[in-house]
């Protein structure tokens, strides 16, 4: 039987792809403070104050905006904890998530 391991092998493998990526967006609400936002967006994704309030400002007057990409997992788990922050306090503050393209 003829040794085979020397030979090159079949290019049949797919080149693995790169992960598919989700936004995070905040949605705006006539409810929930400004600063809370603030601070979840700086508590939660980790922006500086800056940064935090560009994106609720924008939030603020577009109705939404997108605050980060991730992997789909971290998405969804970022997006419900800080949709559950500002439920605890009883405010609507929303964030959805939703696949790039
Ligand atoms: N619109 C809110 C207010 O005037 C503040 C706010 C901004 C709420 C952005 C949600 O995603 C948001 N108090």
């Given at each position: 039987m003829s040794d085979t391991r020397l030979l090159p092998r079949p290019k049949t493998k797919a080149k693995p792809e790169r992960p598919q990526l989700w936004k995070v967006i905040l949605l705006n609400d006539d409810f929930t403070p400004r600063e809370f936002v603030v601070s979840v967006l700086k508590r939660?994704?980790?922006?500086?104050e800056d940064e935090a309030m560009g994106v609720m400002l924008t939030a603020h007057q577009r109705?939404?905006?997108?605050v980060a990409v991730y992997t789909k997992e971290v998405a969804e788990t970022k997006a419900q904890l800080a949709t559950e922050a500002g439920q605890m306090r009883g405010y609507p503050l929303t964030f959805t998530t939703e696949k790039e393209d």
């Open positions: 939660v994704f980790r922006m500086t109705g939404a905006c997108v």
